[in-house]
């Protein structure tokens, strides 16, 4: 199985977009998440998500389902950038659940 990787980019208060982040993660239903990451630095934060193709995740990124779910979560537009197709993932869930919100 193929997966596409990309890139969204929350530019603002980390504090904030990740309040917002947490809102609007918890509208989405848990089984259509394959592989996500969220980060934070200094600037902002920044989305890791995959999708089963490059096409696919730039059709969600235009859609108007993605863009009312930044809305009612308070999150701007994010700067969407394509990443890559995924070669390999590499997990250890002990270490991952250290970390896991």
């Not at 934060?45 to 235009?62: H, K, N, Q």
């Amino acid at each position: 199985m193929t997966m596409y990787l990309g890139s969204y980019r929350f530019d603002g208060d980390p504090q904030r977009l990740l309040a917002g982040y947490d809102r609007m993660i918890a509208a989405f239903p848990s089984d259509a998440l394959a592989l996500h990451l969220c980060l934070s630095d200094d600037s902002g934060i920044t989305v890791l998500d995959s999708c089963p193709t490059r096409s696919e995740m730039e059709s969600f990124a235009a859609s108007p389902e993605f863009a009312a779910a930044l809305a009612a979560a308070g999150l701007p537009t994010p700067v969407l950038r394509p990443v890559g197709e995924i070669h390999q993932v590499v997990v250890d869930p002990a270490r991952i659940s250290e970390v896991a919100h």
